[in-house]
Every structure is written in structure tokens, then in C-alpha cells.
């Protein structure tokens, strides 16, 4: 399956209309905003679709960005919150030569939380995640050459807010990512195409000002 720029847009556009939906069906009023920080590992399997030659690999990833939520503490049961940010991605194979994918991109999440405990100055919760992102790069020792990778993965994470000022939210979580992935490369001239599945443990942790 060859990466199609449209789709990519067309899931971006759905991104939005999802946001605005929930802002519109929000107390606005209660809405926080900030950056955050995202580390994640773990491990999955490589595919070329050519040939049908696979590989195992271990997957890491760090991303820093804005995230928006609309219930940081006590406002409602239900909360949504959307991750966007720029990230580095490194995909190491267990093939014979060690090839290294070193991957920048932009991932977008979305996290729909249910609140298990409500208070002024915490909230518990946890829920379903989606999550979205295309990377581009190359190989560690420049064998392979344009990669492009779509990825689409959905998840599960539990976090919790706890004001420690006036307008400021502590907001740690943690959870975990199930991803498929395509996308194609180039390697001794010729682009070829891929498919990937991995699964990933994430830490999260964002500052929101309400």
C-alpha cells in the first residue's frame, strides 16, 4: 500500500472537526491549554511489501508540543484532550546489518477520558486514545534513502491533573499504543513499500493553564 498525502489530510481534517465539536459542546470556560512532553518504547515487526522479507524491531519515541484539554479537574465526567507536536521516531531492526530508521514528524492524539475521582484540585481518569502521525528520514548509514511512514494506532492511557497553583495543572499519565504503520522507501535506487505493526508503552507528561 503506497502512503497517500490525501488520506493524511483527510484524517486531519477529521481531527478538526472533532475538536471543534467537543469546544462547541464544552464549557469553553473550562478549557486548559500548555505543552507536554511524550517519551514512549517498545517493539513490533517490518514488512517490505516486495519480496515479503520481515524483520522484528525495537521502536522509540519523543515528542514535545501543545496539548489541549477541555476538563483539566472537576467540570465534567467526561474530558477530551489533543496532543499536537513535533517528534522524533527511531526504528531499529534486528536484520543483518543493524539498519537504524531515524524519523522526524508530527504525531496528533486524541485522548477521550472518563474522571474516576472529581475534586477542585485533582482529577483521576482514563480512557481510549487515537492516535495519528507521519515521519520522514532515512536510514542511520544513509542505505535507505526517503522514507515516508503513515501511522495510525489506538490505545488506552490513565493520567491525573493536580492543580499546584491558581491557574497552573500538573498532569502526568501513562498508557499504551497499538500502531500500524505503511509507507515506502527508497534502497539501491528503487522505492519500495512497507507495512509495520508495534505496540509501545508511553509517559506523558503536560503543564495546562486554565
Known sequence: MRFSPKLYMVHLQFEFTVLCFCLLTTNVFAVAVGPYLDLSKGSGEFEWNWGGSSFDFDAWSGAVGFVLDTAPTNESVFNYRLNVGVARQDLDFKDSVGTTFELTGVAVENVFGFA?????????????????????????????????????????????????????????????????????AKSAGIKEDFSAGFTTGFANLAVLFD
Open 116 to 184: 474516576l475521582v472529581r475534586e477542585p484540585g485533582l482529577r483521576w481518569w482514563v480512557g481510549p486514545l487515537v492516535d495519528l502521525g507521519y515521519y520522514a528520514g532515512e536510514s542511520k548509514d544513509d542505505s535507505i534513502k526517503d522514507v515516508g511512514i503513515f501511522e495510525l494506532g489506538i490505545g488506552a492511557a490513565t493520567g491525573m491533573n493536580f492543580r499546584a497553583g491558581r491557574n497552573v495543572i500538573i498532569a502526568p499519565s501513562v498508557g499504551v499504543r497499538f500502531t500500524g504503520a505503511v509507507g515506502n
